[in-house]
T-cell receptor, first 112, second 114 residues
Framework: QKEVEQDPGPLSVPEGAIVSLNCTYSNSAFQYFMWYRQYSRKGPELLMYTYSSGNKEDGRFTAQVDKSSKYISLFIRDSQPSDSATYLCAMSASNTGNQFYFGTGTSLTVIP | NAGVTQTPKFQVLKTGQSMTLQCAQDMNHNSMYWYRQDPGMGLRLIYYSASEGTTDKGEVPNGYNVSRLNKREFSLRLESAAPSQTSVYFC?????????????FGPGTRLTVL
């Protein structure tokens, strides 16, 4: 079983839609949860970071962590064509260690 | 401030050939990483270096070697390339005390092994 599972999509939505991206994980030691955005033929860039359970909001983006269910989500409100990218979840058990576990990524296209 | 740079951007090798992928960062980060990204597999850690002079294996180290030449540079070597090593390779760096656990990624090297 993979440490992190993520639906690869692809996901296609109209501009202005609310997008929900999700990951599940199996390792209860994970405490640090990240979402990276990767544009085509580019390296990933950190989008959101959450420690432990709860919600975090940054503009149109909201990250949720439910540790009891081992489930994390990224919501994008009022989606824009510029949000078209692959979104990767990532997790680690420590913020001082060097082992990070990534999901496979979900490809999102926002249609104008 | 260039961030993380990788060379080359593209490479085609024949089976059995060797090559070295270069990575450099100018952010004074201690930790550096090499990942490969394959369709349906996501990013998988090949090797990482917590500091100058140290390297450790990640999830998929077989067929690769690394060198942490100095604090800035971390190279990945394929001694005898195989078609299974066709992939996109990303180098990343991170400050170990970074509050957000953020890794900074380079633009990637697209490698094809025939």
């Amino acid at each position: 079983q993979k440490e992190v599972e993520q639906d690869p999509g692809p996901l296609s939505v109209p501009e202005g839609a609310i997008v929900s991206l999700n990951c599940t994980y199996s390792n209860s030691a994970f405490q640090y949860f990240m979402w990276y955005r990767q544009y085509s033929r580019k390296g990933p860039e950190l989008l959101m970071y959450t420690y432990s359970s709860g919600n975090k909001e940054d503009g149109r983006f909201t990250a949720q962590v439910d540790k009891s269910s081992k489930y994390i989500s990224l919501f994008i409100r009022d989606s824009q064509p510029s949000d078209s990218a692959t979104y990767l979840c990532a997790m680690s058990a420590s913020n001082t260690g060097n082992q990070f576990y990534f999901g496979t990524g979900t490809s999102l296209t926002v249609i104008p | 401030n260039a961030g993380v740079t990788q060379t080359p951007k593209f490479q085609v090798l024949k089976t059995g050939q060797s090559m070295t992928l270069q990575c450099a960062q100018d952010m004074n980060h201690n930790s550096m990483y090499w990942y490969r990204q394959d369709p349906g597999m996501g990013l998988r850690l090949i090797y990482y270096s917590a500091s100058e002079g140290t390297t450790d294996k990640g999830e998929v180290p077989n067929g690769y070697n690394v060198s942490r030449l100095n604090k800035r540079e971390f190279s990945l070597r394929l001694e005898s390339a195989a078609p299974s090593q066709t992939s996109v390779y990303f180098c990343a760096s991170r400050h170990p005390a970074d509050l957000y656990n953020e890794q900074f990624f380079g633009p990637g090297t697209r490698l094809t092994v025939l």
